[in-house]
């Protein structure tokens, strides 16, 4: 009998992008952290030793696990390194806030769209490496979409929380701040276009506050990275409507582009001050290049 439960979450995961040639690729993917967390499960490499082996999941063997936790009967049925997961006394929440203001509804694919089917990739990551993962979304208020989920079992739900968001209104970190103790400690990724003043300062001390490990994923549209504009122009501000009238000349977009620049120089600055991991992104490169983008940066391995 189909579950449909089951059938929404494959639909919103094909709705997101992710493709089973992508989830196997995110399959080879696990969540670091910095704080120490019991390890005896096989969760992920610790200072700590665990105490708890009752069996949790399965997930698929990435360089760095513990072999003494693979799973050698599934190994000689399926020929792939298969990792046992048992629950441990202490886990992590990945907590995954989108920026829900008007203005990610801009580009092709929108903002919106591409900060969506990052964080399905991502809280997948951390599902199959037996995480908590919570979504949340912001504006000019902070929503708390799921509780805390865990085990790859939860896939479907994750997936299901996010192709129905939907833009209005203005940005306002400071809904990160007042909410960040209804979240778990853990890592806190902010997606966001970051287009808002002021910007996610103290939001980011909040999140330290809280016990949690920031990280900004900046998407911008690639009409934003790269204008293809010119003569007179009257432009609207998404969110709060005010209007401006210019005339772009080739010194316009200079300035326009040292804007940018400098924009991105104070973010990147912004997040080292906080310890916080920072990736710069365009909405329209894919979920793949996406997802490279934060293993660079770290957010994932």
Same mark, same amino acid.
């Given at each position: 009998?189909?579950?449909?439960?089951?059938?929404?979450?494959?639909?919103?995961?094909?709705?997101?992008?992710?493709?089973?040639?992508?989830?196997?690729?995110?399959?080879?993917?696990?969540?670091?952290?910095?704080?120490?967390?019991?390890?005896?499960?096989?969760?992920?490499?610790s200072?700590?030793?665990?105490g708890?082996?009752?069996?949790?999941?399965?997930r698929?063997?990435?360089?760095?696990?513990?072999?003494?936790r693979?799973?050698?009967?599934?190994?000689?049925?399926?020929?792939?390194?298969?990792v046992?997961?048992?629950?441990?006394?202490?886990?992590?929440?990945?907590?995954?806030?989108?920026?829900?203001?008007?203005?990610?509804?801009?580009?092709?694919?929108?903002?919106?769209?591409a900060?969506?089917?990052?964080?399905?990739?991502?809280?997948?990551?951390?599902? #199959?490496?037996?995480?908590?993962?919570?979504?949340?979304?912001f504006?000019?208020?902070?929503?708390?979409?799921?509780?805390?989920?865990?085990?790859?079992?939860?896939?479907?739900?994750?997936?299901?929380?996010?192709?129905?968001?939907r833009t209005?209104?203005?940005?306002?970190?400071?809904?990160?701040?007042?909410?960040?103790t209804r979240?778990?400690?853990?890592?806190?990724?902010?997606?966001?276009?970051?287009?808002?003043?002021? #910007?996610?300062?103290?939001?980011?001390a909040?999140?330290?506050?809280?016990?949690? %490990?920031?990280?900004l994923?900046?998407?911008?549209?690639?009409?934003?990275v790269?204008p293809?504009?010119?003569?007179?122009?009257?432009?609207?501000?998404? %969110?709060?409507?005010?209007?401006?009238?210019?005339?772009?000349?080739?010194?316009?977009?200079?300035?326009?582009?040292?804007?940018?620049?400098?924009?991105?120089?104070?973010?990147?600055?912004?997040?080292?001050?906080?310890?916080?991991?920072?990736?710069d992104?365009?909405?329209?490169?894919?979920?793949?290049?996406?997802?490279?983008?934060?293993?660079?940066?770290?957010?994932?391995?």
């Amino acid at each position: 009998m189909t579950n449909p439960a089951a059938s929404a979450g494959i639909a919103a995961a094909r709705a997101l992008g992710l493709t089973p040639d992508i989830l196997s690729m995110l399959d080879r993917m696990t969540l670091p952290s910095r704080r120490p967390v019991l390890g005896d499960a096989g969760q992920r490499r610790s200072r700590h030793t665990g105490g708890s082996v009752e069996f949790a999941d399965f997930r698929a063997y990435v360089p760095g696990d513990d072999f003494r936790r693979v799973d050698w009967n599934a190994y000689a049925r399926h020929e792939r390194l298969i990792v046992r997961l048992h629950s441990a006394d202490e886990d992590v929440t990945l907590t995954l806030w989108i920026d829900t203001s008007a203005s990610m509804a801009y580009g092709d694919p929108s903002k919106l769209r591409a900060a969506a089917s990052l964080a399905g990739a991502l809280g997948y990551v951390a599902l #199959g490496a037996y995480d908590r993962v919570c979504v949340a979304s912001f504006a000019s208020a902070a929503r708390i979409l799921t509780p805390r989920l865990r085990g790859r079992s939860a896939t479907h739900r994750l997936w299901a929380s996010l192709p129905g968001l939907r833009t209005s209104g203005s940005t306002d970190f400071d809904a990160i701040g007042r909410a960040a103790t209804r979240t778990a400690p853990g890592i806190a990724v902010v997606i966001s276009d970051f287009l808002s003043q002021p #910007g996610p300062d103290a939001a980011l001390a909040a999140l330290r506050r809280a016990g949690q %490990e920031p990280a900004l994923v900046r998407f911008l549209s690639r009409q934003e990275v790269e204008p293809d504009v010119r003569g007179d122009l009257r432009l609207v501000d998404a %969110e709060t409507r005010a209007t401006v009238e210019v005339t772009v000349t080739p010194a316009t977009m200079a300035a326009y582009r040292r804007r940018l620049a400098d924009r991105t120089d104070q973010l990147r600055s912004l997040a080292a001050r906080h310890r916080a991991r920072f990736v710069d992104l365009v909405s329209d490169v894919g979920i793949v290049d996406s997802v490279r983008a934060c293993r660079t940066a770290g957010i994932v391995r």
